[in-house]
């Protein structure tokens, strides 16, 4: 996410102007505005931004928008609507592509490449707003700046309330569907909904977009299933609400924040059969959220960021982001190729205050693979002395061939009261696969680490292959084999940083109750310097 534009600033960016009102009395119902009615050519040539306009403004609580096939050019830019296709206060509406039909948007300054309009933009208060097969294609891919393929914004409140920086009565939107998009080359976002309740995604297909493919902000209740994110410029699935001390609306961004969880807190999400190949930043991102279950997820080619992230920031650490620790956190099924690490569980708390907000995770991880990660395949770490805690992780597969920076295997950095177990990490050089430091209370089942090479690398002594440095803990079981080992290889260190080689040795504080070492012949299994 260190990009050169800030995310916040180029959320909104859109007008505030309402261009379609409700009706002030009944009108028919279920009536289908055919966009050719209203003069779209359709030819991907003819400019049909008038007339999708005016399509869209005869649309009818009840009424369906419907883009018969054809490639539907609008080609206009800085529209004072901010979108092709805009719904205010409009409930009762769907948005429908027959098989063939596109929304062509040339809506890119050629002056300044940066986006001027979003396809679709929907507006509270309103329910039951269904996008269904829509096609929202650029002509250009701009540098990132506004225009959100599909763009929705309500307001996260039950009870009337609004937070500081809203401007009027509360404008909340519940019961969204979106199924069979496909947004491609967005000045911005793919999706993004924003202060959003009852939401469903099916089969999204979101390519090429300048920021996040899916990206939620201060929703709840949300279902996502098959979706397909690849070559975007930010996270491929964020599931971001930011903090504050009280609750916020940042009116520019058109984000919002909490000071603690809530149950807007992007809750009770589930998301199954996520893909995401490619492009900036992670593969998914969950921050500030609660009771989140994500179960099937495949993230390749993130050489940027990390197959999955779960991460907190307060104002210190960070001047742009910032969100509380996440709680509730399910992830089953996780495969992360070729990322600069797996699986990422990372806290900014306050350098010197104690504050749980920043530090408390609660991430539960089983079934998971790293491979071919150049980082980490597994890292959990604290930036600051404050202890992060909360992850309990089962059944995990590590392979690596990295030789730099955590040199892909797991790595755990100020931390308390982290559960691992049936852990395996197979690496094709000898190098530390398992390195643990800074760590109180370490419940390990089983260890399994494995070299599958002969030499060190660059020439150099071959390292150990696990490392506990100021630690504490238990390890119940753990087996290390590097069968090319010589006989003066120490595979395991515990140890203290401050430590003086030659000095008397203490009691370890790691226990490791079953220790295997292959080769046999290995003569010190356990050192301590």
């Not at 931004?49 to 399509?55: D, P």
């Not at 599958?452 to 150099?460: H, T, V």
Request: a negative charge; glycine letters at 10%.
């Amino acid at each position: 996410m260190t990009l050169p534009l800030s995310r916040r600033r180029l959320l909104a960016a859109i007008p505030a102007i309402p261009l379609i009102a409700l009706a002030a009395c009944a009108r028919p119902q279920n009536r289908v505005v055919n966009v050719r009615d209203h003069g779209a050519v359709g030819d991907g040539a003819a400019n049909d931004a008038a007339a999708i306009r005016a399509a869209a403004a005869a649309v009818e609580p009840g009424g369906t928008l419907l883009f018969p096939a054809g490639s539907y050019l609008f080609a206009e830019l800085n529209p004072s609507e901010g979108a092709a296709i805009r719904f205010d206060g409009r409930s009762d509406v769907t948005v429908e592509f027959e098989s063939g039909a596109e929304l062509v948007m040339d809506t890119v300054d050629p002056a300044t490449d940066l986006g001027t309009s979003h396809g679709i933009l929907v507006r509270g208060p309103a329910s039951n707003i269904r996008l269904r097969n829509v096609r929202i294609r650029w002509t250009t891919r701009a540098t990132r700046s506004m225009g959100d393929g599909i763009r929705i914004v309500g307001c996260p409140t039950d009870n009337d309330e609004t937070p500081v920086g809203w401007d009027g009565p509360p404008a909340p939107i519940t019961g969204v569907e979106i199924t069979d998009c496909d947004i491609r080359s967005a000045a911005q976002s793919g999706v993004i909904l924003i202060g959003v309740s009852d939401i469903t995604v099916r089969r999204l297909r979101v390519h090429d977009t300048a920021a996040d493919g899916l990206h939620f902000n201060a929703c709840r209740r949300v279902t996502v299933d098959d979706y397909v994110a690849g070559d975007n410029g930010d996270d491929g699935l964020a599931l971001v609400t930011y903090f504050n001390e009280e609750f916020f609306f940042d009116a520019p961004a058109e984000t919002f924040a909490f000071p603690t969880l809530t149950d807007w807190s992007n809750a009770d999400v589930t998301a199954t059969n996520v893909r995401v190949t490619g492009g900036m930043a992670n593969g998914v991102r969950i921050a500030g959220a609660q009771r989140v279950s994500l179960n099937g997820i495949t993230v390749t080619g993130k050489q940027s960021g990390s197959g999955v992230i779960v991460d907190s920031a307060t104002v210190e650490s960070d001047p742009i982001w910032h969100y509380v620790a996440s709680r509730e956190i399910k992830l089953n099924d996780i495969a992360a190729q070729d990322c600069s690490i797996g699986i990422h569980l990372l806290a900014r708390p306050p350098a010197t205050a104690v504050d749980p907000r920043f530090t408390d995770f609660d991430v539960e991880v089983t079934d998971a693979r790293s491979s071919g990660c150049t980082n980490w395949g597994v890292r959990v770490e604290s930036l600051t002395e404050q202890r992060i805690t909360g992850l309990r992780l089962t059944g995990c597969q590590v392979e690596a061939t990295a030789t730099e920076g955590g040199d892909g295997g797991v790595g755990l950095g100020n931390t308390r009261d982290i559960v691992l177990d049936d852990l395996t990490v197979t690496h094709a050089v000898p190098v530390t696969t398992f390195f643990a430091g800074d760590s109180a209370n370490l419940q390990i089942g089983a260890l399994q680490l494995a070299i599958d090479g002969s030499g060190a690398p660059d020439g150099q002594p071959p390292a150990p292959c696990a490392v506990f440095e100021d630690c504490d803990g238990t390890v119940a079981q753990m087996s290390v084999r590097w069968p090319a080992a010589p006989d003066s290889w120490t595979p395991v260190l515990v140890r203290s940083a401050d430590a003086v080689c030659g000095a008397p040795t203490l009691d370890p504080t790691v226990r490791i109750a079953d220790l295997t070492v292959e080769p046999a012949s290995v003569t010190t299994r356990i050192g301590d310097c």
